[in-house]
């Protein structure tokens, strides 16, 4: 290029207010109380976390309400070291997938409670099928984030 | 079933960092590549389909109001088709049903982005539900990290063997690149410096990863009729196949990853194909990351599961191995996010033509084109051919 | 083409703002539609969704998040973005194609949970030259409207009738969002938004899922006793900046005649018995007439007086109310086509046309003063 050229410098910024539904409603209520649910799917007897108000698969309501454990296993990890603008968390940190105890899918959430400093620090600590246990937030937010996070057991 | 369709010409930005146009001109730069190529005016076109990845990527939304003059849609009934990463890909897929319904006979494809005015990775995060995942899953690189682990664990890969085969990928798609005049990141790297790369999310590192780009691409599809008064040689649609599953990432296998399995099954049952590493002459399989694209090699049938990294170290996926993949450099040197589908056609429909140049594979007649998106959800395949 | 595309059911959701979140009213539609023709996911050949993404619901990709409720696990499934009469003609090339014998098509905006129509539609704006301007939807329509109202001697009056009438027709209408009573006076003095456009004549923000299966011609009529086939399609693009364009001669005529030749309608203000007409604003509910070739040139304003348009008119337009009364942004083209569907099979309840309709016409317009339109003719 030779010629530098203009660029125009700008931020789009809107509000959105999200319907959780009746569903998620309860299944956050429960965070709130430090229960993790589950509904149930009668056809195909899978328990899914979160709570569904369908199954995907058998395209049937979802009505049986169940808690699942606040330990399970490690299905896969990832280190995240990297950053970009709205995220959520400040690396470095640990998202997850965990195959709660009583639920027949992975559960997102982030691993925490041991050293980041490094990979290998990590790798001491955390593998696919380690097992990890929920910790509360003292403060609740009413989100996600009413579990700080899962810790290697 | 249906009409057949051809592909008649494909036309490509340079891709890379754009700031010397602004949107519609780099848009406009891939749609007259296209006409030059193929020989065709914008009053032979009969209907145009566009689209992107969404609107924060660029801060327009429904762009194809923006673009109309460029795409040269101005008069011309549109379809808008967006499904995320595997856009340009479902693009193509609408050019052609819109042809083999017999609704129209020549259709304008064309795919864009202009991923350097916006924050790809903060766009990529709100695909992801707002509830829950929007806040743990990393933009793509965190998503595709933990797939990787996965299928690591799955097939007991060791991780020197693993990092090896990664960086094979890695140094063919980076050398590839330089046969490819559009291609973005020509970067001359050796294994060792692939190998020690910073860790983005692990086991990624940064030579595991696709770019962001500016760039554009535009494939003329045609029918049979009218493609057969050509003098241009046509590349034919043989197949077509696409699939995805839930959007809570922890609800499928993505090992044994059913949508990229069976969609590339559609494909092949509909273009007769029953050994594709045999049958395929070359693939451009969407490879935003290495990994992934080793992953995807077992779905697709390339080989067995748990085989990909032994066959990548042993030159399988190479050029003069048994089935060459992403000669263009893929997306791992190019990623204009809604024109990357459609360039992966395009490459594919040029290989089996001839005009791939100086990345051509030597007498190519059947090639497998292929795009990925959502939150690891969806895969989508085409396969052309130089025989109808 | 190899045959016909016949819709055989539709499902709309309930118009009260619904404290579903999206993924929730997606599959319950989704569900109605299935249950209503008596069939299972797995019946069910190919989907196709129109939802715009982030600006209108904070999700980006959208049909990542709702892929499953919409019924996509393991299908051959797509998207459009922007119209959902897009999505229709997408489904029915699908079955044309002959890869699918049937396809579901739906159509989904969450106005309740998205900032106000304007912040969003200013987005469709270039940022460097018409979006610092102020330039979006409303403005454009402002400008459109003086142009039309000048040239033609339309009076404010005959605008205002549009909301008078539409309103009127959506207290018969139990899937209508606003259901009020009004006057040409409370219209003409509600608050002015972009002069001369006031409140009362700018579509609402809404609610809306609607659903539609479509079946290839022997699937549809074993599906149903009573199949309403595509008949027509026409759609075009007008040029983007809003200088170039001449607002009142738009590419509306271009669709509308390609979507009578496919049809084979040679008198369209005779052959067709009811529209469904995209009208964010009053006025253009007129000017489409007249471009549709409903009447005649700058006769809009006339065609209202007569009485022609209304629900016992000789050719009703908008019996549901429009999108003056409901707009679910990117839903409200699928809405006309739900609504001319349920029309033709005399589904339609309390606003079905007094005459028997064998054809009608559905149509949705986005972008500004009109970019894009699209028109639709079903019939049975
Ligand atoms: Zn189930």
Known sequence: MTKEYRTLHTTVNLPYELAFGATLTRFFDGLSAEKILGTRCPKCSRVLVPARSFCPRCFIDLDDWVEVGQTGTVETWSLVSYEYIGMAKTPPYITGLIRLDGADVSFTHLIGGIDMSSIDQVQSRLAIGTRVKAVWATEKPGSIFDIEYFVPI | MGRAVAIMGTGQTHHGKRFDVSYPELVREAVQRAFEDSGLSPEDVDAVVTGTMPSMMEGIALNHLYLADAIQVVGKPLLKTETCGSTGMSVAHTAFYWVAAGLADVVLAVGFEKMYEGDSQATMTTVADPWIQRSFVAGAPGIFAMQSNMWIDRHHIPAERLREAAAVISLRNHDDAFDNPYAHIKARISLEEIKDSRIVTYPIRRWDVCPNSDGACAVLFMSEHKAKQMANPPAWIKGVGYRGDESYLGDSDKVRWNTAIDAAKEAYHQAG???????????????????????????????????????????????????????????????????????????????????????????????????????????????????? | ???????????????????????????????????????????????????????????????????????????????????????????????????????????????????????????????????????????????????????????????????????????????????????????????????????????????????????????????????????????????????????????????????YTMARLEKPSEEVDVAEISEPYGFQELLWCEQLGLCAEGKGGRLIDSGTTHLDGRLPVNPSGGVLATNPYVARGLYRVAEAYWQITGKAGEHQVKKSVHTALAHSTHGFAGQSHTVVILGD
């Open chain 2, 273 to 388: 194909i029953v050994n594709p590493r045999r049958e395929l002459d070359v693939a451009e399989v969407y490879n935003p990351f290495t990994f992934m694209e080793l992953l995807l090699y077992e779905c697709f049938g390339f080989c067995d599961f748990g085989e990909a990294c032994d066959l990548a170290l042993q030159g399988t996926f190479s050029r003069g191995g048994d089935l060459p993949c992403d000669p263009s450099g893929g997306v791992l040197c190019t990623n204009p996010i809604g024109a990357t589908g459609l360039i992966r056609v395009a490459e594919a429909a040029m290989q089996v033509t001839g005009k791939a140049g100086a990345h051509q594979v030597d007498g190519a007649q059947l090639a497998l084109a292929h795009a990925m998106g959502g939150v690891s959800q969806f895969n989508g395949i085409m396969i052309v051919g130089s025989q109808q």
């Open chain 3, 1 to 259: 083409m190899s045959g016909r595309v016949g819709i055989v059911a539709a499902a709309e959701s309930s118009p009260a703002i619904t404290q579903d979140n999206m993924m929730d009213a997606v599959y319950k539609v989704t569900k109605e539609l299935l249950n209503k023709v008596g069939i299972d996911r797995d019946d069910v050949g190919t989907i196709v969704t129109a939802a715009s993404d982030v600006f209108h619901s904070g999700i980006s990709c959208a049909n990542s998040y709702y892929w499953e409720a919409s019924g996509g696990f393991l299908k051959n499934a797509s998207r459009q973005d922007g119209d959902s009469l897009f999505a229709f003609l997408y489904g029915c090339l699908r079955v044309l194609s002959g890869h699918f014998e049937t396809a579901m098509v739906i159509a989904l905006t969450k106005g309740s949970e998205n900032p106000e129509n304007d912040t969003v539609t200013s987005l469709y704006a270039d940022p460097f030259y018409h979006r610092p301007l102020g330039i979006n939807e409303t403005t454009a329509a402002a400008l459109q409207m003086r142009q039309y109202m000048e040239r033609y001697g339309i009076t404010a009056e005959q605008c205002a009738l549009v909301t008078v009438k539409n309103l009127r027709n959506a207290l018969f209408n139990p899937y209508a969002h606003i259901r009020k009573s009004v006057t040409v006076d409370e219209v003409l003095n509600s608050k002015a938004t972009a002069d001369p456009l006031t409140t009362l004549q700018c579509a609402p923000k809404s609610d809306g899922m609607v659903a539609v299966l479509l079946a290839a011609e022997d699937t549809a009529k074993a599906l149903t006793d009573h199949p309403v086939w595509f008949r027509g399609y026409g759609s075009a693009m007008d040029t983007y900046t809003l200088g170039d364009r001449d607002l009142l001669r738009g590419t509306l005529p271009q669709a509308a005649q390609a979507a």
